[in-house]
């Protein structure tokens, strides 16, 4: 024969079972509101604040020692930090549109030197030649502590 569970028992089950479910749906709902809100603050913060103005104008990145400046070009040698495909040398071959940056602030190729140390960001391909040459460099970012 089956044993039935007393009145008193059921309802205290049935109380237990009814404050887990509580507590768990108000933690739904706190997730939830923290979700969103934290969603919609960063879709409506300002970039601008915590970086350049610059930095909308995204690509690969990579950082390099400058070797050598030629008129607009640029020879780097990659550093070991970055992935294995960017740690060997580079001509950048910049334009008018290349932005050249120090601090969040704009210089010119002439403000560059070899041994500076910069971080390259630019798009599209690289053609296959040594040293391996980038035709679309978006920024050049001095990362020098004095100019």
């Not at 970039?47 to 995204?58: E, G, H, L, R, V």
């Not at 932005?99 to 960001?121: M, P, S």
Request: net charge negative; glycine share 6%; aromatic share 8%.
């Amino acid at each position: 024969m089956e044993e039935e569970i007393p009145t008193k028992e059921k309802s205290n089950i049935a109380g237990s079972i009814l404050i887990v479910a509580l507590v768990i749906a108000l933690m739904a709902v706190a997730w939830g509101i923290g979700y969103f809100m934290g969603n919609e603050q960063l879709q409506n913060s300002k970039p601008d604040t915590a970086f350049c103005n610059n930095d909308k104008k995204s690509g690969e990145t990579f950082f390099a020692t400058i070797d050598r400046i030629e008129n607009e070009s640029i020879l780097v040698s990659g550093l070991s930090n970055n992935d294995l495909n960017f740690q060997t040398q580079f001509y950048l071959h910049t334009d008018d549109n290349t932005i050249f940056e120090w601090r969040c602030t704009g210089i010119n190729i002439t403000d560059l030197e070899a041994g500076n140390i910069v971080k390259v960001t630019f798009r599209g391909a690289i053609a296959e030649s040594y040293p391996a040459q980038i035709g679309n460099v978006i920024k050049v970012e001095l990362l020098n502590s004095e100019i």
